[in-house]
């Protein structure tokens, strides 16, 4: 089972970026699927869950209202479209899949599978 993520790069703060996490090897039917963050020198932290049908999200408040979560199970992708990006929003952004409950993601990071990290970087 892979997790390959993409869509990370440089942009100036007020931008916007679109991350994609493409998942093989199986089929993630009723799995969540979703995104964390580790800045330097700090945690890995949650940043938003959906469930499999799409119909469920879940974000951490720093990003309400500025980040989208979506997933096209055809595709076996998830999506996060960024905007409004700010400088604090700089991290490796990785995207995990797990069939806990998306709504206690933020307190969990023993999730059954991990993509590798892309690099977001804002600049101010």
């Known amino acids: 089972v892979q997790l390959q993520a993409s869509g990370g790069g440089l942009v100036q703060a007020g931008g916007s970026l679109r991350l994609s996490c493409a998942a093989s090897?199986?089929?993630?039917?009723?799995?969540?699927l979703g995104w964390f963050r580790q800045a330097p020198g700090k945690e890995r932290e949650f940043v938003a869950a959906?469930?499999?049908?799409?119909?469920?999200?879940f974000y951490v408040d720093s990003v309400k209202g500025r980040f989208t979560i979506s997933r096209d199970n055809a595709k076996n992708t998830v999506y996060l479209q960024m905007n409004s990006l700010k400088p604090e929003d700089t991290a490796v952004y990785y995207c995990?899949?797990?069939?806990?409950?998306?709504?206690?993601?933020?307190?969990?990071?023993?999730?059954?599978?991990w993509g590798k990290g892309t690099q977001v970087t804002v600049s101010s």
């Open positions: 959906i469930s499999w049908s799409g119909g469920s999200t």
């Open positions: 995990a899949a797990d069939r806990l409950d998306g709504s206690i993601w933020y307190y969990y990071r023993d999730l059954d599978y």
């Open positions: 090897g199986r089929t993630f039917n009723s799995y969540f």
